[in-house]
């Protein structure tokens, strides 16, 4: 709806429109009918015509180089995610460490937690070497204190915390009589209990922040079965429950938590499943995959940069489908 002021042009544009006149009186090309026109009731005047010229000039061509691909030409990233704080578990290999890398692009600084110290340093050494700064730290999700360590390095080293990314977990596969209680029980801890105490004792450091963004790395196996699964089944739907549940929560503190749901992933997480399933299982199971293939952890990384970043504020709650189309057949 045009504003208070543009009510006072058009009538003055319609007032002031007629025919040119030449200097016989006539009208601008001599004649005395009026000149056909777009514009209301005649020609423009000579200011608006100009007005209107200047409008249909080329743009000038840029000088200098183009601006980085995922920032504005003020040098801020797109995802506003510059000089945020990002925490991962599992950030040493597979989704974890593709997320730490684009984060890490995207202007943030990245605290890694893993059980794999080698693979999470060399981590670090490719995010430093491209000019983003990261640090890494041991850390067993199934251990309260080594979260909550992690948490406070991250406080520590960079003064605060915006961003949780809980991508550490179990995968391992058996039939239902063959399950153990304690297998089952540990897929709760890693990937359920693991999650619920890094929203725990994240979202205290968030609130001094003002607010944040907290993802799980929950699985498409959490909102469908998949057969020698039980136990990772039940601890990822659990996940994308707690998740709405937690986003209820801390809403109003402006505490943001979503979760990503990843299809069929090239990781090495992935092995101990298609080794369960056997020869000739990987072919079978991605004919159900409209894109037809696994997807590659590059591609489901820019899902967690999406959430973490400024233009999902106002997302929350959601569990975020990355599948190449599964869960649509």
């Known amino acids: 709806m045009p504003g208070p002021g543009r009510h006072r042009v058009v009538p003055a544009l319609r007032r002031g429109a007629g025919r040119g006149q030449g200097r016989d009186g006539r009208g601008s090309r001599g004649r005395g009918r009026r000149a056909h026109s777009s ?5 423009p005047r000579g200011d608006l015509l100009r007005l209107r010229l200047l409008r249909l000039r080329p743009l000038p061509l840029r000088n200098g180089p183009e601006p980085r691909r995922g920032r504005r030409l003020d040098g801020r990233t797109v995802s506003g995610l510059e000089g945020k704080v990002a925490l991962i578990t599992g950030g040493a290999t597979g989704i974890g460490r593709a997320a730490a890398i684009l984060l ?7 605290v890694i ?5 080698e693979g999470a ?3 670090v050494r490719k995010i430093e070497s491209g000019g983003g700064s990261a640090l890494a730290r041991r850390c067993d999700v199934g251990a309260e204190q080594d979260i909550r360590a992690l948490i406070e390095t991250a406080e520590g080293e960079y003064g605060g915390l915006d961003v949780v990314f809980g991508n550490a977990g179990l995968l391992r596969t058996s039939a ?4 153990s209680v304690d297998l089952f029980e540990r897929h709760l801890r890693l990937n359920l209990t693991a999650n619920f105490l890094l929203a725990k004792h994240a979202a205290p450091a968030m609130r001094r922040r003002g607010g944040g963004s907290i993802i799980f790395m929950a699985s498409a196996g959490g909102l ?8 990772y089944n039940a601890s990822k739907g659990g996940l ?11 809403a109003g503190e402006n505490i943001r938590v979503n979760c990503v749901c990843p299809g069929w992933v090239d990781t090495p997480f992935n092995r101990p499943f298609w080794e369960h399933a056997g020869e000739g299982a990987e072919e079978e199971v991605l004919r159900g995959v409209p894109l037809g293939r696994q997807s590659k952890p590059e591609e489901v990384a820019p899902a967690i940069a999406f959430l973490a970043g400024s233009g999902s504020s106002y997302i929350t709650g959601q569990a975020l489908v ?3 189309g599964m869960m649509a057949t």
Request: no cysteine; glycine share 16%.
């Open 104 to 110: 890490a692009k995207e202007g943030a600084s990245i």
């Open 224 to 231: 469908r079965g998949t057969r020698g699964s039980v136990a």
């Open 176 to 179: 239902l009589q063959d399950l």
């Open 322 to 324: 990355v599948d190449g």
């Open 121 to 123: 340093a060399e981590v």
């Open 240 to 250: 994308v429950n707690m998740t709405r549940g937690l986003a209820d929560e801390l």
């Open 113 to 117: 937690g893993d059980v794999n110290e």
């Open 39 to 43: 514009w209301p009731n005649g020609e």
